[in-house]
């Protein structure tokens, strides 16, 4: 899928760069910019029933842990013109670990047997594209709406002996997004940034708070917390988690 969506990639990236680029030469700001975070990552949820008629509900933290674990995400952002913008993320999490159940547990099509040691691997990486449109800029303030078109390629497996199940996902979420960035000086910037929807089959949320530090006219540093919230509830699972991230970031902008 990668390889096949590469050129097109390519393609709308050398398209929107060339806008961009006309944009910029005539108003001297900054076109594209991008960001790496790190830091590191918990859970306090991540509770699982496959399938939801049959399953057992279970929590993959027994296995797992909580963490923490290292994460890291790379995006990139380009202004098209005075108040419109698109941001690319790719946002991958993955972890793992061994413990033991204290029941059974249906999984899939596989029964795990209790107090035998049992690994649990949990992925969940997005690939995300992000239309911004600025609904206000001022002094202090700067607003932004939008939306964004999610990929995510999930997958929950257990081994236990030379027993393996695993249920894999890779499906496509619509969100809505919403930023605040308010400036407490040339240097200085509190960021408020959301993505989300929800309805009864489920629901997504993501969102960070964090102070970003202009280093120099084009590096800048930032620190905060972001959350990323959320499952599905339908015929074929049930599973939600809830993970916490400590975030370190660095921007570039060209």
Known sequence: MMRLGCPLLTAVLVALSAASSAWAQSTG???????????????????????PDTGTDFSLLDLTGRGP??????QASVQIAKRHGLRLLFAPVQTSGTGTFTAPVRFVDETFLPSVPTQGTFKFNT?????R??????????????????IRDAKIELQQGGLAAQYTDLGFVPLAYVSAVRRLSERASLVFDLEGLGSPQGRALDGIAKLDLSVTPKWSLGLGYRTLEGGADVSSVYTFAWLH???VSVGYRF
């Open 127 to 131: 690939y995300r594209v992000t239309y």
């Open 133 to 150: 449109y600025t609904l206000h800029e001022g002094k202090d303030w700067r607003v932004q709406i939008g939306g964004a078109a999610l």
């Open 29 to 51: 700001a900054t076109r594209v910019a991008v960001e790496l975070e790190t830091g590191p990552l918990w859970l306090t949820r991540n509770d699982v029933r496959i399938p």
């Open 69 to 74: 674990d290292v994460f890291f995400r790379a």
């Open 245 to 247: 991230y400590g975030v």
